[in-house]
Every structure is written in C-alpha cells, then in structure tokens.
T-cell receptor, first 115, second 110 residues
Framework: EAAVTQSPRNKVTVTGGNVTLSCRQTNSHNYMYWYRQDTGHGLRLIHYSYGAGNLQIGDVPDGYKATRTTQEDFFLLLELASPSQTSLYFC??????????????FGEGSKLTVL | QQKVQQSPESLTVSEGAMASLNCTFSDGTSDNFRWYRQHSGKGLEMLVSIFSDGEKEEGRFTAHLNRASLHVSLHIREPQPSDSAVYLCAVRPNYNVLYFGSGTKLTVEP
C-alpha cells in the first residue's frame, strides 16, 4: 500500500504568518501534488511536480510556493498567510496517471486555520 | 483549464434505492474520468475509472460516460448507510493531473 505522510496534521497561525506544510512519499513515485479542499469547491490543484527540482502550476497557485527537494519530499509554503487560505490541504503522489490503472495516493490531510 | 461541476450538491436516498450522481466537464478531449469517495475525516478512495463512452461497472458502482454531452454519471446499486460520504468526480485532461468537481454529499437512510 502506497504511503503518503503529511505534517503537521493541524496548524493554527495568524494573518501574515509563515507556514510550511510537508509531504513525504515512500513509493518512489515521480508525481506529487498539493490540493486544497473547501466546501463548495471540492479539491483544487495548487501545485504539482514530476521530480526533484521541478514545479508545475495548478489552478489556484496565488499565495502559495512549493518546492520538491527530493523525489520523496514536497513542501507547500505560505509566506504571508491570509484567512482565505484556511482550508484542508491534501498531498498526493502517483507513479503516473497515464496508465490504465494509474492512481493518486492521498495523505490524510493537513488542516490549516489562519486567524 | 478544465471545469468540472457536480450535481446535486446533496442527495438523500433510502437504503436499497438506486443513487444517481451527475458530473459535467468543459473539455471533451479529456480521456479518463473517475469517481472517488471520501468518508468524513478520511482520505479519498477511487471507485471507478472509465475511458470510453458507455458504462463501466465496479461492484455496486457503475459509471456512464457520454463524451459528446460532456457528462459522466455514477449509479450506486443497493446503497447502504456505510455508503454515506462525499462523492467526487475527477477528469484527467492529460497524463499528469486530475481535476476534481465540488462533490455530492450522499446520505443513505436506513
């Protein structure tokens, strides 16, 4: 079973604060993704990467930076957090969605509250 | 950019009655459409993945795809209270990403 681990699971910060969400996968997957989940919007893609040093922009990248330091580790950075970024964040990994059975493996989510 | 919309926002059915969920998408060139389920406080579980027009069955879950109508649906046969969850439609416009809809909250009453 593919493993994707996120930390922290819960985080509270203030407006203007600096937050880093971490994600590690131990499946040797090339692709990693950051999504945010909000009521009424479902899952929205923030950034994704297909390898160390690579970064691709998703649908809602404004206010977020991301960095893929190794094949295993993908970080999401909020340098000036705003209340609109209060959300549940999911990291996911995949060996490639191009195969007939290619799957996304999700972490358990990180709940961020910006006061 | 792919737009994915789901309806209804919420649905309540009785145990044993068929549940039908709908999803429309904006880009007909996408080649893969998936349905996921998310129980409260949990991660996502993929239910069915469909590539061609027509239907694809996985146990009690059946997806129907009509690419010309930009529509994919999910039908749940004999739903049980344990099927109560949020159901998410996802569309793959290329090999690298999935775009998700906003979800349908399904409640199955005993």
């Amino acid at each position: 079973e593919a493993a994707v681990t996120q930390s922290p699971r819960n985080k509270v910060t203030v407006t203007g604060g600096n937050v880093t969400l971490s994600c590690r996968q131990t499946n040797s997957h090339n692709y990693m993704y950051w999504y945010r989940q909000d009521t009424g919007h479902g899952l929205r893609l923030i950034h994704y990467s297909y390898g160390a040093g690579n970064l691709q922009i998703g649908d809602v990248p404004d206010g977020y930076k991301a960095t893929r330091t190794t094949q295993e580790d993908f970080f999401l950075l909020l340098e000036l957090a705003s209340p609109s970024q209060t959300s549940l964040y999911f990291c996911a990994s995949s060996g490639g969605l191009g195969e007939n059975t290619g799957q996304l493996y999700f972490g358990e989510g990180s709940k961020l509250t910006v006061l | 950019q792919q737009k994915v919309q789901q309806s209804p926002e919420s649905l309540t059915v009785s145990e044993g009655a068929m549940a039908s969920l709908n999803c429309t998408f904006s880009d007909g060139t996408s080649d893969n459409f998936r349905w996921y389920r998310q129980h409260s406080g949990k991660g996502l579980e993929m239910l069915v993945s469909i590539f061609s027009d027509g239907e694809k069955e996985e146990g009690r879950f059946t997806a129907h795809l009509n690419r010309a109508s930009l529509h994919v649906s999910l039908h749940i046969r004999e739903p049980q209270p344990s099927d109560s969850a949020v159901y998410l439609c996802a569309v793959r416009p290329n090999y690298n990403v999935l775009y998700f809809g906003s979800g349908t909250k399904l409640t199955v009453e005993p």
